[in-house]
């Protein structure tokens, strides 16, 4: 599976609590992740549901500036080998290169925040 996505959130711990940081990529082009993905029945009620999920790896030295993990992020010559045959070669960590972050608000972290409020991504300056 595929998961492309704009940018991704991570938080780093510092004295003043946990900071969020969000990540895309340096030429502003989607990022895209590597995922699964599977179908399973519910014993109890026999629902049918779908989920999936990222995978993850150990951070390159630009994301362990900030935190110590990052998703796998595939590039186009990649999806084909990811999808057909996937495989522990791909599953590392993007260059050093790649992406380009900055300090978020810590709304991020709030429930009463909506999924689609554009200033969550907005940079701000930590004090």
């Known amino acids: 599976m595929l998961i492309p996505v704009s940018g991704y959130y991570e938080w780093q711990d510092t004295p003043g609590g946990k900071q969020p940081w969000y990540f895309t990529r340096r030429d502003d082009d989607p990022i895209t992740i590597a995922g699964l993905w599977d179908e399973w029945k519910v014993k109890a009620s026999g629902e049918t549901l779908k989920s999936c999920t990222m995978i993850i790896t150990e951070p390159n030295a630009f994301v362990a500036e900030v935190h110590d993990r990052m998703p796998v992020i595939l590039?186009?010559?990649d999806f084909e080998p990811w999808l057909k045959e996937g495989g522990a070669a791909l599953l590392r960590p993007a260059g050093n290169d790649l992406l380009q972050?900055?300090?978020?608000s810590k709304r991020v972290n709030s429930s009463r925040a909506s999924d689609d409020d554009a200033t969550l991504i907005e940079r701000i300056t930590i004090a």
């Open 101 to 104: 972050k900055w300090p978020v």
């Open 75 to 77: 590039e186009q010559e």
